[in-house]
């Protein structure tokens, strides 16, 4: 208490611009530690880890071939992490539309010995927009809707029936790579953020969670193990159709290719 007393007496005895600089720092520095403290007064039911991954299935002219691939990379290091091409002959092969997407990645752990039912995760990221998805395992009963609480920016809220006691489940927002994302990330070079301000159940009251920061490498393995991804990047292969001579045709492509990952060790792949 005396030392509570002894900062509160120097706290006035600053000048009000000091004031006003230490208030803002301080309001700048509670969000960060909040999380943290709520964790030492509660126990904490919902481990929640978090990655985020790029994903590219494109066409590059190579000569009198045409150059097929899709690629799957931590967008945090840029390091890639699946690659996969097939050169063919130009005009004598179909493959799907060209297109890129940002997946956020969500590994929510129940620790306690009790099912979690109705359970809320609200997300925040500058890479969440109006055509973000939700994608989970046919099992797992889940919907995704992007809320607009008052006088703060919008949430992207995940509710998911039911969590067993002492399991895990891995959820996908899938956001297609549009201009505005392309410049955010490979040209303003600005970093990709996440928020979790909330989860909730009804075995809990509302409360920030902390939020780990996932290899990227780990924890795809962790979702093949689960078998949460019914979503046709888990175990995707290049599917190019040979046409005939007669079907031969050139396919005409707009879609401009990401900037290339990097190559880095398996070490190195999944790192933050």
Not at 39 to 49: L, M, N, Q
Not at 124 to 133: G, L
Not at 141 to 168: M, R
Request: glycine share 4%; charged share 20%; hydrophobic share 40%.
């Amino acid at each position: 208490m005396g030392v509570l007393k002894k900062c509160w007496s120097w706290f006035w005895e600053q000048t009000v611009f000091n004031k006003i600089v230490i208030l803002g720092l301080f309001a700048a520095f509670v969000p960060f530690v909040l999380p943290t403290v709520v964790a030492w007064f509660r126990p904490t039911v919902i481990h929640v880890g978090v990655a985020f991954y790029t994903y590219e299935r494109g066409i590059q002219p190579q000569g009198m071939n045409s150059l097929y691939f899709f690629e799957r990379r931590n967008l945090v290091s840029d390091c890639s992490i699946r690659h996969e091409e097939r050169s063919v002959p130009s005009g004598r092969a179909k493959a799907p539309d060209p297109q890129a997407w940002v997946l956020i990645k969500l590994l929510l752990e129940n620790v306690s010995d009790r099912d979690i039912t109705k359970l809320r995760v609200g997300v925040r990221s500058p890479v969440i927009n109006q055509t973000t998805q939700l994608l989970t395992a046919p099992t797992l009963a889940a919907t995704g809707n992007k809320e607009a609480p008052p006088d703060v920016k919008p949430l992207y809220v995940i509710s998911i029936a039911a969590i067993p006691a002492s399991s895990s489940v891995v959820v996908s927002l899938k956001t297609p790579m549009d201009e505005n994302l392309r410049e955010f990330i490979y040209v303003k070079r600005r970093p990709v953020t996440i928020q979790v301000p909330y989860v909730s159940a009804d075995q809990f009251r509302q409360y920030p969670p902390i939020v780990s920061r996932t290899n990227a490498v780990k924890m795809l393995n962790r979702e093949g193990v689960l078998r949460t991804d019914d979503d046709a990047f888990a175990d995707e292969k290049l599917q190019v159709t040979m046409l005939s001579p007669d079907e031969s045709k050139e396919q005409e492509v707009s879609y401009r290719v990401l900037p290339r990952a990097k190559a880095c060790s398996e070490a190195e792949a999944g790192v933050w």
